[in-house]
């Protein structure tokens, strides 16, 4: 199984992953975000935005949480901001051929603490970062709508991680 975690970029996804997989039996982090590194130093000729646009990086997201899953079994929680609706389709997609049951839920904010929260955070090492992360703000907003029909919104605006990976937990036993 995977219990994939969405939402915008700092909406507290790793934080409550951590929280789950302590929460669940068998349970392991996967960042999907480190195939997208790995896959770097081999493709950064081809010049995107975003890792995620390229297609090897959505193929081998799903690839290698299938392979994880055969090998340890147990459950992958995943985090990952997938805010375009058709790679979400494809990884989603590629993830049910595989057999592989999927809960997507969506970590959601309102904006005013967002921006508090991402200007506060203090491990961001670069205001570059706080700025990329506030600048894909307007990103997550116009992917709200899509992100609420595929995913099961989890309203953190006023719950904490704790909280949130209880819910989580509850929703999918």
């Known amino acids: 199984m995977i219990i994939w975690l969405n939402g915008t970029f700092g909406a507290g996804k790793t934080t409550t992953a951590k929280e789950l997989t302590a929460l669940l039996p068998e349970a392991r982090l996967f960042d999907a975000e480190q195939v997208g590194y790995m896959l770097r130093h081999v493709l950064d000729s081809v010049p995107v935005k975003n890792f995620q646009d390229w297609p090897p990086w959505r193929s081998l997201v799903v690839e290698t949480a299938a392979q994880v899953l055969d090998y340890l079994g147990g459950t992958l929680v995943v985090v990952q901001s997938v805010l375009v609706e058709g790679y979400w389709a494809e990884i989603r997609d590629g993830l049910r051929r595989a057999g592989i049951p999927v809960h997507h839920f969506v ?51 006023r719950v904490g991680a704790p909280e949130a990976a209880r819910l989580i937990a509850s929703r999918v036993s």
Do not use: F, N
């Open 107 to 157: 970590l959601h904010a309102d904006r005013e603490v967002m921006v508090r929260r991402i200007e506060a955070d203090d491990s961001l090492e670069s205001g570059g970062a706080r700025q990329w992360r506030l600048d894909h703000l307007a990103a997550y907003e116009g992917a709200r709508a899509w992100l609420g029909r595929e995913g099961e919104v989890v309203d953190t605006t």
